[in-house]
């Protein structure tokens, strides 16, 4: 297990010899922002940085602590905010365009953009289960219509890695995706609780699976699904959020997780250990960014007679 010093000592030694580009989905806040701050600190700002988000107040803040490299943007590197309320997927195919638009290839795609909520069980306007949208099918997509661009760094001989930080290796072992409920829309969706809890174990078990799939299809890209732990951000508070007579659990379970969880700047340091250490291939990474499963292919590989994703959410 990497100590805090250990992942920070690896990460400081990142010096790649080209100018990377690195996509943030959800570095406004929480742990995608600690990532976004510390790696622009590791490359002393020398680097495209795109964050993606809602809050654009809080982008313009960040992007002005970030450090600025000597020559100005002359020099190439950048560091800019696309707007995106990724509860929708037409949102974050506007957003995928706007980036093409923007980059001729991505080094680094890190999404951590999430929700999770105990009351709200709302399905979007696109007929998605809200759970799912934000902790699955954005992930797809930002994936899926980005993935030409890491292609074309690892036709350079550059990084191309994909992380998503959601919870890795947390979808139920006990019992397989279930077939007649996908989506989580189709069993009636009685009880808030249930539904809520069956949406994450859900994207728990889909994104594993989901990045399983993209990994037999690029067997030169590294993508990564790993587990933040607890981690002391706002979104720490709304996984809490019971009402009426649970009321109280909320209060105490508020009171009491913030013991057990770590900074988001720590949470931060041991992703980016985990994002610069694989190279290539599928990884299933604990919370301290150790591989607790993970899988190197030589060539794509056929999963079944039809492996087309561009019907996909």
């Not at 000592?9 to 989905?25: E, Q, R, T």
Request: include cysteine.
């Amino acid at each position: 297990m990497p100590t805090p010093a250990v992942a920070k000592a690896s990460n400081a030694s990142f010096s790649p010899s080209y100018l990377p580009v690195a996509i943030f989905a959800g570095g406004t806040s929480g742990v995608g922002q600690g990532m976004v701050e510390a790696f622009a600190r590791y490359v002393q700002g020398r680097a495209h940085i795109i964050i993606i988000g809602r809050n654009e107040h809080a982008a313009a803040d960040i992007l002005a602590r970030l450090p600025k490299p000597p020559g100005g943007e002359a020099d190439g590197w950048k560091h800019e905010f696309v707007a995106c309320d990724t509860t929708l997927m037409a949102n974050v195919r506007t957003a995928c365009a706007d980036i093409r638009a923007k980059c001729a290839r991505i080094n680094f795609l890190i999404l951590t953009a999430g929700y999770s909520s105990m009351v709200n069980i709302a399905v979007t306007s696109e007929g998605l289960d809200l759970h799912l949208a934000m902790r699955y099918y954005q992930r797809f997509v930002w994936i899926q219509e980005l993935l030409p661009l890491i292609q074309a760094a690892q036709g350079r001989s550059e990084d191309a890695k994909v992380m998503s930080v959601l919870g890795a290796g947390l979808g139920s072992p006990k019992r397989p995706i279930d077939l007649e409920n996908l989506g989580n829309t189709v069993k009636p969706r009685n009880g808030r609780f249930s539904v809520a809890m069956r949406s994450m174990i859900m994207s728990s078990g889909y994104t594993d699976a989901m990045l399983a799939h993209f990994a037999t299809q690029n067997p030169d890209i590294a993508f990564t699904h790993i587990h933040p732990g607890i981690v002391n951000t706002n979104a720490l508070r709304s996984t809490a959020d019971f009402d009426g007579l649970l009321t109280p659990l909320s209060w105490i379970l508020n009171f009491i997780l913030p013991f057990f969880a770590v900074s988001q700047d720590e949470c931060a340091e041991h992703m980016l250990y985990a994002l610069f250490t694989g190279e290539r291939g599928l990884f299933i990474r604990d919370r301290y960014g150790n591989a607790v499963s993970e899988l190197a292919f030589e060539a794509p590989v056929e999963l079944s007679e039809n492996s087309d994703t561009s019907h996909g959410y």
